[in-house]
């Protein structure tokens, strides 16, 4: 890519975050992004064919490597899973803090995805995140029955809720606009108000469980 369209490239990505973090996707305006890029309205769609589209190539890949990080993790934590050893659970704190710390890392992508989406195909994100956490949460329940644990039959509909609480409860950091200290330390107390409850709804010993780390 030549150096000029390059550098055009990254102002237009640069003034379509300021319009967008200030305005929303519904409200925001390609006029004004192509005049904080100092260029003309054709020149911008010679960039991106649409507003959907700038949108979504601000924040689709951070919500692509997200995903592909929360499943990394998530083979990680299978791995670690022994015949009857239920008590790895009890050792699977920090997952509130990773979710929180990657969001932080990331957070300017996320405050779009959180609280500017709305008419876009992302505007139902906290709710699919949820989805997909639900998914998550019934295949590790039924791995752990595979391998021999007694874990309590919970209804699929209390799964849902009580995921999406807490999935929600992650992301309201970003929707009162949190600092990172206190994004962390609200991670962290997400994490052992959390852990011990499903410990406990699953019927698996909580013993250490939700510790708070140092």
Do not use: C
Request: zero cysteines; a negative charge.
């Amino acid at each position: 890519m030549p150096r000029m369209k390059t550098v055009s490239h990254g102002k237009i990505v640069e003034a379509a975050k300021k319009e967008f973090g200030r305005y929303g996707f519904k409200e925001a305006s390609m006029r004004n992004i192509a005049v904080e890029a100092g260029m003309s309205a054709s020149g911008l769609y010679k960039h991106f064919p649409s507003k959907e589209e700038m949108f979504a190539s601000l924040v689709e890949p951070v919500k692509e490597e997200f995903e592909r990080e929360y499943r990394d993790r998530e083979r990680r934590e299978y791995a670690e899973l022994g015949s009857g050893d239920a008590k790895i659970l009890a050792e699977q704190t920090g997952g509130n803090r990773w979710a929180m710390g990657f969001i932080y890392d990331h957070i300017d992508e996320f405050r779009l995805l959180v609280n500017k989406s709305g008419g876009t195909m992302y505007e139902n994100y906290i709710h699919d995140t949820a989805m997909i956490e639900e998914a998550s949460t019934l295949a590790f329940i039924s791995e752990l029955r595979k391998r021999g644990e007694n874990t309590i039959d919970l209804p699929r509909k209390e799964v849902h809720l009580l995921v999406t609480a807490q999935v929600n409860a992650v992301f309201e950091a970003v929707k009162h606009d949190f600092t990172r200290e206190e994004a962390m330390h609200y991670a962290d107390t997400l994490d052992a108000f959390f852990m011990p409850g499903w410990l406990n709804v699953m019927g698996v010993p909580a013993e250490n469980a939700g510790e708070r780390k140092p």
